[in-house]
């Protein structure tokens, strides 16, 4: 059909001219992920207007040629590739027949005619789908997550988006959580680089997923939550294991000559004995969290949640040690989270702290001895002060105030079976 066009208030009308239409991704510098796919509306070959089609996909999945999705693709909203180009043929059979039908419209009106092709009620600006990893990531973004606890929260997003790929059907709110579990015990079975986990990880996933599930019900993202009859197993620690005081003071005292490094990060290493925080946190202090003999700081793991301050004394070797390395930029000198750990079961070895202790095998969950330097690492210090001060007062919210747990932590029920001398003291009370 041949229509004309004139310009009235940059209105374009149709007068005789041959309309037609055309479908590209949108084009954004180095993105070629989850792009929007815009229909370019064509008068006479001059384009006239581009609208989005309120669908997406990666730039791998279109065929250009064709105009639509390749063959059995899934776009990230979880729509197959026959229902997306179902719908984007209808959008561009909207431009034909409206065209013929409509002489002596306007470009606007046509465009009121494709939003309702389209689904959409009002013309607005193009907002993304929300798919369950849109509203995951405002989930993250609304929690205010410490780092850390971010980055977790990320391992589970990939996870899901591999399980996804795995199934090859989208991820919705009607989610099978024992697949799910299954998959996240079995994937290690699937991907060659993929450690085995542990069940007690499995369950903190699928205790974040939760999490996860409950924000998006209250929020009204969906009204179903299958966690409602879904029960997650408990997580099983064993005992805590840590250096005795006089361990901890012999590895002080302990000369390792030429090996200056790893002096060093012994030194560091007793240090977060006598303070007991997270290596997380070892890494950002400076010399401004040395406020009159007191550390101070806000634990990273509860900063977005629930942050407080916490206030740690400082002994006569903590500060010793803060003094020996002062005018650097950082409170002491560390080094990278992993070499720290590989320096530290090098200096219990050369120290022949090689005492057995038992460990629960996070796989297995059977009770193993190991020897103290094949196990040690940072968190060992962090118990070291927890359980030695825990064996002396016996308070958890005295050695919390300390550690940063917080009041009626769960954690302290694992400290209160690592003392013999406690128990033989109380036997003693009743003899």
Known sequence: MYFCVYIQKTTYKLIDMIASSK??????KGIEKNVPLMLHIFFDKKRVSVFNTGFRCD???????????????????????????????????????????????????????????????????????????????????????SVNRYEHYMVLKRCLERYEIHTKKPLTFDIDLHKVENYL????????????????TVVGLMSKLRSFFI???????????????????DAKYGTPYFITIAERNHLYKFDFKAREE?????????????????????????????????????????????????????????????????????????????????????????????RMVTVLNTVTRKDEQKPLNEIASSHIAR???????????????IVGSISGHVEGSKAFARYRTIDDKIKSDIINLIQ
Not at 190 to 200: A, E, F, S, W
Not at 346 to 354: G, K
Request: hydrophobic share 40%; proline share 3%; net charge positive.
């Open 185 to 200: 015990s079995i994937e290690h079975t699937l991907r060659p680089k993929q450690h085995q986990r542990g069940i007690n």
């Open 23 to 28: 479908i590209y991704p949108e084009k954004r």
């Open 59 to 145: 730039l791998a999945q279109w065929d250009a040629e064709k105009q639509l999705l390749k063959r059995n693709q899934v776009n990230k909203a979880g729509q197959t590739s026959s229902y997306v180009n179902s719908k984007l043929n209808a959008i561009r059979g909207t431009v034909d027949t409206w065209a013929v039908k409509n002489s002596n419209g306007t470009i606007n009106e046509l465009l009121i005619e494709l939003r309702t092709a389209a689904g959409k009620k009002e013309k607005v600006a193009a907002v993304e789908v929300e798919t369950i990893y849109v509203l995951f990531d405002r989930f993250l973004k609304e929690r205010k997550l």
């Open 262 to 354: 790893l002096s060093i990060q012994k030194d560091i290493f007793i240090f977060q004995c006598h303070v007991g925080c997270r290596v997380g946190d070892l890494m950002t202090f400076t010399a401004s969290n040395v406020i009159d003999g007191f550390l101070e700081y806000v634990a990273d793991k509860t900063s977005g949640e629930n942050p407080k301050t916490i206030r740690v004394p400082l002994s006569a070797t903590a500060l010793e040690i803060v003094a020996r390395y002062s005018g650097g930029e950082m409170l002491l000198p560390f080094i990278s989270e992993v070499n720290y750990n590989l320096a530290i079961k090098e200096m219990f070895t050369i120290a022949e702290l090689t």
């Open 215 to 233: 924000w998006a019900v209250e929020n009204e993202h969906t009204i179903k939550n299958p966690f409602h009859k879904y029960k997650i197993e």
């Open 383 to 397: 118990r070291t002060l927890i359980g030695n001060l825990y064996s002396k007062v016996q308070d958890p919210n």
